[in-house]
């Protein structure tokens, strides 16, 4: 069964840091692009981060510099550390599969359930 469990959300004041995971059974993580998605209440899903199968990777403007994708195919696990969160940040984070890596969310056929993050004082 394809399967992709995130953990790691949670709640964490402004400057904060959260590290996110994501495991993939039922697949192999590393012949696959993967990236990192998120959605605030009432706003549509948007691309955070991605990483290609040969380790590339490509950040939204509104984290580059704070926020790290990464990936480690033994465990068949991906990750993304954020650092200096901000309220805006507040989202459920998704990560997902796709043939090709892509800030689309159109382009990912394999999506897990989602992490809360929330960045409040």
């Known amino acids: 069964q394809v399967q992709l469990v995130e953990s790691g959300g949670g709640l964490v004041q402004p400057g904060g840091s959260l590290r996110l995971s994501c495991a993939a059974s039922?697949?192999?993580?590393?012949?696959?692009?993967m990236g990192w998605f998120r959605q605030a209440p009432g706003k549509e899903r948007e691309f955070v981060a991605a990483i290609r199968w040969n380790g590339a990777t490509n950040y939204a403007d509104s984290v580059k510099g704070r926020f790290t994708i990464s990936r480690d195919n033994p465990k068949n696990t991906v990750y993304l550390q954020m650092n200096s969160l901000k309220p805006q940040d507040t989202a459920v984070y998704y990560c997902a599969a796709a043939v090709e890596s892509s800030k689309n969310v159109g382009d990912y056929s394999r999506w897990g359930q989602g992490t809360q993050v929330t960045v409040s004082s």
């Open positions: 039922g697949f192999t993580l590393s012949s696959n692009s």
